[in-house]
């Protein structure tokens, strides 16, 4: 019995595989096509489906986090064939703005899937999966963000196998039953190491971390300033961890007896995310880990889920906040610089929170060029006015804590009189009494 089961899942298996040059025949005219997210996105399928091309016309590709350059939308030869619509930007997309044909999705994560399904129908679906086991379940691996929303969605789910991938648990478990086609391509996972903190980086984790209590539970990012808080978690008790993204540094507070869930509200002793990017040991850590969750971001971001949990923290970056607490985080001026992602769900979601609490950090100053000049010179991120054309992330109405390498302060029901006071006082002190005065100059205080 045993043994005919096994036969009959991986005859269904061989049924469903393709080459990669015969999955791009897929393709058709004004076809969308989602991608699955960042670490988890079909390298194989996606580095060769510019061959679309040659059959196929106004293509879009809906993508989060994309990894690499594919011909498909950097290749100004496949321009008029392809438009890439992007949840989130990485310097791939990035360098592509006013240049190829790429467009940002404004989102929050949590309804990303949702709302992009809501404006369009998918006909193919493409993601990662690691190897199907003897019961025919795949799993795809390093994102459930929205990608089993779309597979529901999708005329066609196409997932490219690769022996690489970590198999984790949770939403990113499929049957074989529920694939349309199979491609196989054993590429290494993109690596995305965290960066060494710097000395602002170590003074701002210092200062949050004096906020974080035992029993939390945290949602963090990536990047110096969050790695720079985990350093400073070390003689925490029983963290626990429920967060859009699985990093590198909480495998190292995994390792270090501070992360145990034990003391967490939902699904207690496991680590939930909704995605991982990090190194190969952050894969390895993940793979064959039922000590960790892969859910739905569509539950794991919703500000209501994350505000069940007690003592939670939100840790996130902005690159510019106003004097009255209005954060841009994903934009310079109009130029879009990354996405909003999950950094609204997170934060409004640890205020709901029974003793949680909402961190935004940024550096105090930073280096720009004068374009009058054409010298680079220093320049404060809280700022009287966001710059024309930014994009609010974070409203002022969901800010908490922000904190720079001067220290933190709580905006949390305070009047904008307080706000500016504040908010001065963690500046740059280069800057401070030109904030004072440009406060009054424009009427936010008296």
């Not at 022996?163 to 491609?183: A, K, L, W």
Request: glycine share 8%; charged share 20%.
């Amino acid at each position: 019995m045993i043994q005919e089961q096994t036969s009959a899942v991986q005859g269904e298996y061989q049924k469903k595989r393709l080459s990669i040059s015969e999955a791009t025949k897929l393709v058709k005219d004004r076809d969308h096509i989602v991608s699955a997210m960042a670490a988890a996105e079909p390298i194989g399928f996606l580095s060769q489906l510019h061959m679309a091309a040659e059959h196929a016309r106004n293509i879009t590709v809906s993508t989060c986090l994309p990894m690499l350059n594919y011909d498909y939308f950097t290749n100004e030869q496949y321009f008029p064939h392809f438009k890439m619509e992007g949840w989130f930007y990485t310097s791939a997309i990035r360098n592509m703005q006013g240049v190829g044909h790429v467009s940002y999705i404004p989102n929050h994560l949590h309804f990303a899937g949702t709302k992009r399904l809501a404006h369009r129908s998918v006909q193919i679906f493409a993601g990662s999966a690691s190897r199907m086991d003897k019961n025919g379940y795949l799993s795809l691996s390093l994102s459930a963000t929205y990608e089993r929303e779309m597979m529901a969605q999708a005329d066609i789910v196409l997932l490219e196998v690769n022996e690489n991938m970590p198999r984790t648990f949770g939403d990113t478990i499929v049957h074989i039953r529920d694939v349309d086609y199979i491609v196989e391509h054993h590429a290494q996972i993109p690596q995305f190491p965290s960066p060494e903190p710097n000395e602002k980086d170590k003074l701002i984790g210092a200062a949050i971390a004096t906020h974080i209590e035992d029993g939390s539970t945290l949602q963090l990012g990536i990047g110096g300033i969050p790695n720079a808080v985990a350093a400073n978690l070390t003689h925490k008790k029983n963290l626990g961890i429920h967060t859009e993204m699985l990093t590198d540094g909480m495998v190292d507070l995994v390792e270090a007896g501070v992360i145990t869930g034990c003391k967490k509200t939902l699904h207690p002793h496991r680590m939930v995310a909704t995605f991982a990017l990090g190194t190969d040991k952050l894969y390895r850590f993940l793979d064959d880990n039922p000590g960790v969750l892969m859910l739905n971001g569509n539950w794991v971001n919703d500000p209501a889920v994350i505000g069940q949990n007690e003592k939670m923290i939100s840790i996130n970056t902005t690159l510019e906040i106003d004097l009255t607490g209005q954060c841009s985080s994903e934009s310079l001026g109009h130029r879009q610089y990354s996405g909003t992602g999950g950094q609204t769900d997170t934060a409004v979601g640890a205020q709901r929170s029974p003793g949680g609490k909402s961190f935004i950090a940024l550096y105090s100053t930073a280096m720009v060029k004068n374009h009058e000049t054409g010298h680079r010179e220093r320049k404060s991120k809280i700022v009287p006015a966001l710059a024309e054309g930014s994009a609010v992330t974070l409203s002022r109405n969901d800010v908490d804590y922000v904190v720079t390498e001067y220290g933190a302060v709580s905006l949390r029901g305070t009047s904008l009189d307080e706000r500016v006071e504040r908010l001065i006082s963690i500046a740059h002190p280069d800057f401070r009494e030109t904030l004072a005065l440009e406060a009054k100059k424009r009427g936010i205080v008296r």
